[in-house]
């Protein structure tokens, strides 16, 4: 588990192993972190080390009907924001949902095609544990459409279900013998009164510095890389899937 608190305004997010500035910092690498599995379009720019991370730049726009036009300038806004290019960067963090079919897509083919064309490794992170890294058994629900919800429980941020996709009543019948206590993110807020548990305010959309920290042990260790494969649970609204296949990459 790992602090959600984060800095407003789009200035530095840091988590519990955030480290400390200084000269005794070593092995520091610049990773790009990109989520736009919720209605909310995220981009971060983290420096991880030795001894943790700190988010040098941090861009959310809550929007669900525009990540394919918000992403990029968010990109380019933290990059800008941190004074770093593109090739200075050593790797890619990714949401991989779940979520829905279109704006997952947008977050996966971005982080994808610049992992490509800078010859860096992309590693991803499902969306719902960016949620869930909080204290005490929860529930983490966001918003499938179709009035059903991606959801998992977790026990201090380790998850005790696989993501899954049901319909709210199910889901509060579901976790019942869990022991689950509270609930979080946006599809809890939407359906608190189907979900019948005490919905805490925040976090509602994945943390950039949860992304960061669930894929900082890949990123020094320098593991290969990763073939970003979305994780939809189900049919897109509009458009048939064939089996799951990776992005790109």
Same mark, same amino acid.
């Given at each position: 588990?790992?602090?959600?608190?984060?800095?407003?305004?789009?200035?530095?997010?840091?988590?519990?192993?955030?480290?400390?500035?200084?000269?005794?910092?070593?092995?520091?690498?610049?990773?790009?972190?990109?989520?736009?599995?919720?209605?909310?379009?995220?981009?971060?720019?983290?420096?991880?080390?030795?001894?943790?991370?700190?988010?040098?730049?941090?861009?959310?726009?809550?929007?669900?009907?525009?990540?394919?036009?918000?992403?990029?300038?968010?990109?380019?806004?933290?990059?800008?924001?941190?004074?770093?290019?593109?090739?200075?960067?050593?790797?890619?963090?990714?949401?991989?949902?779940?979520?829905?079919?279109t704006g997952l897509r947008v977050g996966l083919v971005t982080a994808a095609s610049m992992g490509?064309?800078?010859?860096?490794?992309?590693?991803?992170?499902?969306?719902?544990?960016?949620?869930?890294?909080?204290?005490?058994?929860?529930?983490?629900?966001?918003?499938?459409?179709?009035?059903?919800?991606?959801?998992?429980?977790?026990?201090?941020?380790? &998850?005790?279900?696989?993501? %899954?996709?049901? !319909?709210? /009543?199910?889901? *509060? $019948? =579901? @976790?019942? #013998?869990?022991?689950? +206590?509270?609930?979080?993110?946006?599809?809890?807020?939407?359906?608190?009164?189907?979900?019948?548990?005490?919905?805490?305010?925040? &976090?509602?959309?994945?943390? %950039?510095?949860? !992304?960061? /920290?669930?894929? *900082? $042990? =890949? @990123?020094? #260790?320098?593991?290969? +890389?990763?073939?970003?494969?979305?994780?939809?649970?189900?049919?897109p609204d509009a458009v048939a899937q064939a089996a799951r296949k990776p992005v790109l990459r």
């Amino acid at each position: 588990m790992i602090d959600g608190a984060r800095a407003t305004g789009g200035g530095e997010e840091r988590g519990v192993g955030a480290a400390a500035k200084g000269p005794d910092r070593v092995h520091i690498v610049l990773v790009l972190v990109v989520d736009s599995s919720t209605p909310a379009v995220t981009a971060a720019l983290a420096e991880v080390s030795d001894d943790g991370f700190a988010l040098r730049a941090r861009r959310r726009i809550v929007d669900a009907k525009a990540h394919g036009e918000l992403l990029a300038p968010a990109v380019d806004a933290v990059l800008g924001e941190a004074g770093v290019r593109s090739r200075d960067l050593s790797a890619i963090v990714a949401g991989v949902g779940p979520g829905p079919f279109t704006g997952l897509r947008v977050g996966l083919v971005t982080a994808a095609s610049m992992g490509q064309a800078l010859d860096v490794p992309t590693y991803g992170v499902c969306s719902l544990d960016a949620v869930g890294q909080v204290e005490g058994r929860v529930l983490v629900a966001t918003d499938a459409r179709r009035r059903e919800i991606y959801w998992a429980a977790y026990d201090g941020g380790t &998850p005790l279900t696989e993501p %899954a996709v049901d !319909l709210p /009543a199910v889901v *509060a $019948e =579901r @976790v019942a #013998a869990l022991g689950v +206590t509270a609930a979080v993110g946006e599809g809890a807020h939407r359906y608190a009164d189907v979900l019948g548990l005490p919905v805490r305010d925040e &976090p509602r959309y994945p943390l %950039a510095d949860a !992304l960061v /920290a669930l894929a *900082a $042990e =890949r @990123v020094l #260790a320098k593991a290969p +890389t990763e073939r970003l494969t979305p994780l939809y649970l189900r049919r897109p609204d509009a458009v048939a899937q064939a089996a799951r296949k990776p992005v790109l990459r």
